[in-house]
């Protein structure tokens, strides 16, 4: 699958929509920062979607003032489902456009693709009608060797199927027990939990650790989980002291630049 950067479109007179004004009303520029933090997580999230706890839970982490969410249900900037999961009307219209421009993109490459390998099969058709046959001493013709071009490359075509991740249950709970609009690429994320050869105990303990304590993941500055993981930020513990530094700013240059 192609790198998705979470791209979205975006206005750049969002300001003066009626319902951002009201939200500024309600909860000031605060509650705008919260409001366009909560947009990219619903762009990384399955269907644009969200779980209202799971949204909850992100707010707490990224520090939302209090009543901010219930702020942006009630100017309509997000809505619930039946299920009660939250999206935004205005990301689904735009992401609905841009995976249907992807999706006749992909069309157009198939059909490219497959007027292609027409063509080199008729190719090799005609290469092999023209390949010399071997006479036998009776004077019978035998199989040419194109018959057997044609069936190797009918081999070579054939692609074999990509074998399917098998994750440990050591990991799933690491996997699990880390933020999760954070984790990222999970095949990543198992191969660097192999290298580190660390129980799952002491990592879910160390992502606990940075959870309470590490002023950077409390700001919102959270590497994803393979790339914390490959710089071994698992290695350091940080203690209730460190949550009020103020060199916040210098320690997620140094740690999280990638």
Same mark, same amino acid.
């Given at each position: 699958m192609a790198?998705?950067?979470?791209?979205?479109?975006? /206005?750049?007179?969002?300001?003066? /929509?009626?319902k951002m004004i009201k939200l500024l009303r309600l909860g000031g520029q605060s509650a705008i920062g919260s409001f366009w933090c909560t947009v990219e997580v619903l762009r990384e999230s399955d269907g644009y979607e969200i779980g209202r706890e799971d949204l909850e839970e992100i707010g707490f982490q990224m520090r939302f003032p209090d009543?901010?969410?219930?702020?942006?249900?009630?100017?309509?900037?997000?809505?619930? &489902?039946?299920?009660?999961?939250?999206?935004?009307?205005?990301l689904l219209?735009?992401?609905?456009?841009?995976?249907?421009?992807?999706?006749?993109?992909?069309?157009a490459g198939r059909k490219g693709a497959k007027v292609k390998w027409q063509s080199y099969g008729k190719a090799i058709a005609n290469a092999s009608q023209s390949h010399d046959t &071997?006479?036998?001493? /009776?004077?019978?013709?035998?199989?040419?060797?194109?018959?057997?071009?044609?069936? /190797?490359?009918? =081999?070579?075509?054939? =692609? =074999?199927?990509?074998?399917?991740?098998?994750y440990t249950d050591e990991f799933e709970q690491v996997w699990n027990t880390y933020p999760k609009h954070r984790r990222g690429d999970k095949r990543k994320a198992f191969s660097e939990f192999k290298r580190t050869k660390q129980t799952a105990e002491l990592i879910c303990e160390r992502i606990k650790n940075h959870e309470q304590f590490n002023p950077n993941w409390i700001?919102?500055?959270?590497k994803e989980f393979h790339r914390w993981l490959a710089g071994d930020l698992w290695q350091t513990e940080f203690s209730p002291s460190d949550v009020g530094r103020n060199d916040t700013r210098r320690m997620m240059q140094v740690q999280y630049d990638d």
């Open positions: 790198k998705d950067a979470f791209w979205f479109r975006h /206005d750049s007179n969002a300001r003066s /929509d009626p009543g901010v969410i219930d702020h942006m249900l009630d100017c309509g900037l997000l809505k619930t &489902t039946t299920s009660g999961s939250i999206y935004s009307d205005s219209r735009r992401m609905s456009a841009l995976d249907e421009l992807r999706e006749k993109r992909s069309e &071997t006479i036998a001493e /009776d004077g019978n013709c035998i199989a040419s060797d194109g018959d057997q071009s044609r069936s /190797d490359q009918s =081999k070579k075509e054939k =692609k =074999k199927p990509r074998a399917r991740a098998e700001n919102g500055y959270i």
